[in-house]
């Protein structure tokens, strides 16, 4: 198991063994054994899913507040859409191109639980610069992100995702591609076995109307709706959602800067490039 950094806080180790679903069944009453057992049975007779953890189905599980037909619906969604969206090829942080993503923005995941167990993800931009944003590289910088957490904590009550858009632009926007995006909302929607608690954008420019205009078309409206945007430099509002001690100094938070934060994210990442390729190679064989 990989060695726990000294500014990594609560965050348990991202390995491919780090979540102990034995444990979880003495402290969840919600899972069971015999849902597991279903759906693992499920999911052996399916000649279309790759070998699975059994974690794997507690995450679906869980995401699926414990409904085993819905979970089911959830891993052919999930497994479909990583075999044929290109966001989740390659996930290699060397990469010459994912790395000028990581050099234009920071990605961050908390080391600090919310009070209600939560995590915080924090996506922000570094450089004003719309050329040399893309879309899909970005994208599967931030999935990954969100894939380390399910393989440690597949369990959590919920994740807050945090965009801070103050360098963004229309231009960024116009940048994002609407059919890769109108496939990674169908996948937030239906095949992400995560348990969403908030989107909230800081600094939210005005033309951001005008993006949810055209989101609405293809996004999820009620999660749209539900979006928090939030302006200007005082962090009061945010606060009173995600404590302090959640956020990065820039944010009027208690942790390390947000450019340290990064840095431990991908060094992170980083470890798990070897279980990101195994997936993938597992996906081709079916």
């Not at 679903?21 to 049975?41: A, H, M, S």
């Not at 109307?209 to 989101?215: D, P, R």
Request: charged share 30%; hydrophobic share 40%; glycine share 4%.
């Amino acid at each position: 198991m990989a060695a726990q950094d000294s500014d990594d806080g609560d965050l348990p180790p991202w390995t491919a063994d780090a979540f102990d679903v034995e444990r979880e069944l003495r402290v969840n009453d919600r899972l069971r054994r015999e849902d597991l057992d279903e759906i693992q049975e499920w999911a052996r007779r399916q000649r279309n899913l790759p070998a699975m953890r059994e974690g794997d189905f507690a995450k679906f599980l869980h995401s699926c507040d414990y409904d085993v037909l819905a979970a089911e619906t959830c891993i052919n969604y999930y497994y479909k859409t990583r075999v044929s969206t290109a966001v989740f090829h390659n996930r290699d942080l060397s990469l010459a191109s994912v790395k000028a993503q990581t050099d234009l923005l920071d990605f961050i995941v908390s080391p600090r639980l919310t009070p209600d167990g939560c995590r915080v993800v924090i996506n922000a931009l570094k450089d004003p610069d719309p050329g040399t944003f893309e879309f899909d590289d970005y994208q599967k910088v931030f999935l990954m992100m969100l894939d380390a957490l399910l393989l440690a904590e597949p369990t959590l009550p919920g994740v807050y995702i945090v965009y801070d858009m103050h360098l963004g632009s229309i231009a960024h926007f116009w940048k994002f591609g609407f059919l890769s995006q109108r496939r990674l909302f169908a996948y937030f929607q239906s095949g992400l076995p995560i348990v969403l608690k908030g989107i909230i954008l800081l600094h939210t420019p005005s033309y951001i109307t005008t993006v949810m205009k055209v989101l609405r078309n293809f996004g999820d409206k009620k999660r749209l709706d539900e979006t928090k945007m939030l302006t200007g430099d005082d962090y009061s509002d945010l606060h009173t959602i995600i404590p302090k001690e959640c956020l990065p100094r820039e944010y009027g938070g208690t942790l390390s800067t947000r450019a340290e934060l990064h840095e431990m994210t991908l060094r992170r990442l980083d470890r798990l490039r070897d279980v990101f390729a195994e997936e993938e190679e597992s996906l081709k064989k079916k």
